[in-house]
């Protein structure tokens, strides 16, 4: 059974969100009722979410992430905002070459368009998986009262290709800060700092991010990863079926 606990910007929900934010969010968990017609993506080492009848703005963003981007500019077409997270040791330095983002293109609206994930973190995530994950969202329920987005187990994405291996990841993130085991599994914790001109001062724990994995012992493939990316909680147990 494949889990994805909470997911992208729907695990993001407080009691303290505006209700413009909250509407647009319940718009958005509408729309995937109907993916093919609302949404589009595209795969390659990166994947990008399409969104064809966009109802996220970026202020949306700064209100859920509580930070600024690490950069933003002007497009032809709107603006292009990236968050990028650099992989860091344990003495706080950057590790040069490991890093991943989160690219959003904006219409002239202030609507997002494009939600583009890197290289680094797809290494991660079977992109199949990732794309069918995003789908059975459609058939989660909000719980208005905690305003939390939850999906029956039996709803949740199955894997249908190979997980990552631990070699694969290693070529790709290099050695983890820290390993350990936990409920028999090799757990890998590789610790990234957020690149941005200003968190609120209420959330400054968003200035890091560690992101841990699960590998079976004997097999060495991913089972399980598990993070907080700027707010945004996921949690991905990996088993094929």
């Known amino acids: 059974m494949l889990r994805l ?10 009691t303290s969100l505006s209700a413009c934010v909250w509407l647009h969010l319940l718009e958005l968990k509408n729309q ?26 970026n202020d949306d963003f700064v ?3 509580k930070l ?3 950069s933003k500019e002007t497009t032809p077409t709107g603006s292009r ?25 904006f219409d002239q609206d202030d609507r997002l368009t494009r939600w583009d994930f890197s290289r680094l973190f797809m290494t991660m995530v079977p ?10 969202l459609a058939k989660g329920r909000v719980d208005e009262a905690s305003r939390k987005y939850r999906v029956d187990p039996k709803d949740r994405a199955k894997i249908t290709e190979p997980p990552p291996t631990l070699q694969q990841i290693k070529d790709a993130m290099g050695e983890p800060l820290e390993k350990t085991k936990e409920d028999g599994k090799n757990v890998y914790v ?10 609120d001062k209420d959330f400054q724990d968003r200035r890091f991010t560690d992101v841990r994995l699960y ?27």
């Not at 909470?6 to 695990?11: E, Q, T, V, Y």
């Open 5 to 14: 606990t909470r997911f992208l910007i729907l695990a993001l929900l407080a």
């Open 32 to 57: 995937l009722a109907k993916f093919d017609e609302n949404f589009s993506t595209e795969a390659s080492d990166h994947f990008t979410l399409v969104f064809k009848n966009p109802v996220l703005v």
């Open 63 to 65: 209100t859920l992430a």
């Open 68 to 70: 600024e981007p690490t």
């Open 81 to 105: 905002w990236i968050q990028a997270f650099h992989k860091i040791d344990a003495e706080g330095n950057k590790q040069p070459g490991v890093d991943f983002f989160f690219t959003m293109d």
């Open 127 to 136: 992109a199949k998986f990732f794309e069918d994950s995003i789908r059975s």
């Open 190 to 199: 590789y610790r990234f700092q957020v690149d941005s001109p200003w968190i």
């Open 215 to 241: 590998f079976d012992p004997k097999t060495h493939e991913l089972t399980r990863m598990g993070g907080r990316f700027i707010g945004l909680k996921i949690n991905i147990n990996l088993v094929k079926g």
